[in-house]
């Protein structure tokens, strides 16, 4: 499948004059954002640039300023104890099956890990991470049939804490970023993380399908409002050209993405690099 900038300049290649309004239309209908895509525009039309890989290679090298040049790598555990990484998002964004692919990325750098299923609001998701547990040879705790997700996570960190773990990883229920008492729940699991080791959770993720477009970013917005976020995983990059949402969480929020998942198996998860990101996703 081409992706988006193959087809741009296609597209571009393909009128006798640059249409100006239609080039800002196709990329926000990528979800760029309408505040990287306005002034970047208004600088073409100005140079009145009509070379359609001119105009495609200066898009990209914009669009790849909007990350930081160094990808925030994922924190290394400190005194002898866990990292502890919470995977946030509204349902079906792809937060259990990133919490094993993440799981098996640091497996295989040779890290000991944990997986706990803190969404026991649905006995399927359990399930479902403990399937992938067993498949990657992943140890997994998981708690009692509609446990309190808090104290899922609290034991789980016991354990993680006398297992000598260098990372552990909880998933959580899927959440409507508008359904204020879940958006406290998260609050209380963070609590309770916080107990046995005040700099947990060391990271908390935000997942993001970018086939759901501007939504992505709303959700960001109210997920960031309810609880500090410390990166975006932006999950099903193979299945659409509208990947872009990512540049303008960047861009408004600050918020930087750290993975990019890009399929339904284990290894379908990479660290984000822009380049490839702009590349071959977008
Ligand atoms: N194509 C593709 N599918 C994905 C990716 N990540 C997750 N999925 C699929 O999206 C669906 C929802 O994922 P799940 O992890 O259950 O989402 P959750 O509700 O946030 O826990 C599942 O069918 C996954 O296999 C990805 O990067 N690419
Ligand atoms: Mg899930």
């Known amino acids: 499948m081409a992706n988006f900038f193959n087809k741009l300049i296609d597209k571009l290649l393909g009128e006798p004059q640059i249409n100006w309004d239609e080039l800002e239309a196709d990329l926000i209908a990528a979800d760029v954002g309408a505040a990287r895509v306005l002034p970047m525009l208004d600088e073409l039309r100005e140079r009145d640039e009509q070379d359609a890989c001119e105009i495609v290679d200066y898009i990209k090298e914009r669009l790849a300023t909007a990350f930081p040049k160094k990808v925030t790598p994922i924190p290394t555990p400190r005194d002898g104890k866990p990292c502890v990484i919470l995977l946030v998002g509204v349902n079906g964004a792809g937060k259990t099956t990133t919490c094993a692919k993440l799981a098996h990325y640091l497996q295989q750098k040779g890290e000991r890990v944990l997986l706990a299923a ?18 990657l040879h992943i140890p997994l705790f998981k708690g009692q049939p509609n446990q309190d997700p808090a104290s ?21 229920a899927g959440r409507l970023h508008t359904r204020h008492n879940l958006m406290e729940e998260l609050t209380k699991i963070r609590r309770s993380l916080s107990k ?24 960001a917005r109210e997920f960031h409002k309810a609880t500090p976020l410390d990166g975006l995983i932006i999950t099903k990059l193979d299945g659409s050209g509208k990947g872009g ?23 379908d998860l990479h660290p984000f ?7 071959t996703l977008l």
């Open 152 to 172: 899922v996570c609290y034991e789980a960190h016991t354990r993680a804490l006398r297992e000598g773990m260098h990372y552990l990883i909880c998933d959580t």
């Open 273 to 279: 690099d822009p380049q490839s990101y702009i590349d």
């Open 196 to 219: 046995q080791d005040p700099a947990a959770p060391h990271s908390c993720y935000l997942v993001v399908d970018a086939t759901t477009g501007s939504n992505a970013l709303m959700q």
């Open 245 to 267: 949402v990512a540049v303008a969480i960047q861009d408004e929020l600050k918020i930087s993405p750290v993975f990019m998942g890009t399929g339904e198996r284990a290894d």
């Open 118 to 135: 803190a969404d026991t609001f649905r006995a399927a998701a359990v399930e479902q991470l403990e399937r992938w547990a067993e498949q």
